[in-house]
């Protein structure tokens, strides 16, 4: 009922920046929180950062400070704007969207990398 479509990842190196980008439709009238998580190899796929849905913002303790999520609320679009990556930013990062009925929805996901 929601879809998803995230875009923006690429290689990098340390210290630069990335703009992700999440376009979400279908049914946005039932989205109650949307965010980015990211996976690296052989680890969990883990909450970057979100908003949630009491109005406010959540973030890992490892990008605070360095992304910073963003919405356009017309265009149903938004985005993680990731500064000073760091190698173990490295990732494929995942769009999410949660609806009033407690479903989840995802990107296909897009791959970070964070090297020099």
């Known amino acids: 009922q929601v879809q998803l479509v995230e875009s923006g990842g690429g290689l990098v190196q340390p210290g630069g920046s990335l703009r992700l980008s999440c376009t979400a439709s279908?049914?946005?009238?039932?989205?109650?929180?949307m965010g980015w998580y990211r996976q690296a190899p052989g680890k969990q796929r883990d909450l970057v950062a979100s908003f949630n849905r009491g109005g406010g913002t959540d973030y890992a303790d490892s990008v605070k400070g360095r992304f910073t999520i963003l919405r356009d609320i017309l265009k149903n679009v938004h985005y993680l704007q990731m500064n000073n990556l760091k190698p173990e930013d490295t990732a494929v990062y995942y769009c999410n969207a949660r609806d009033q009925y407690v479903m989840d929805y995802w990107g296909k996901g897009t791959l970070v990398t964070v090297s020099s």
């Open positions: 279908g049914s946005i009238d039932s989205i109650v929180a």
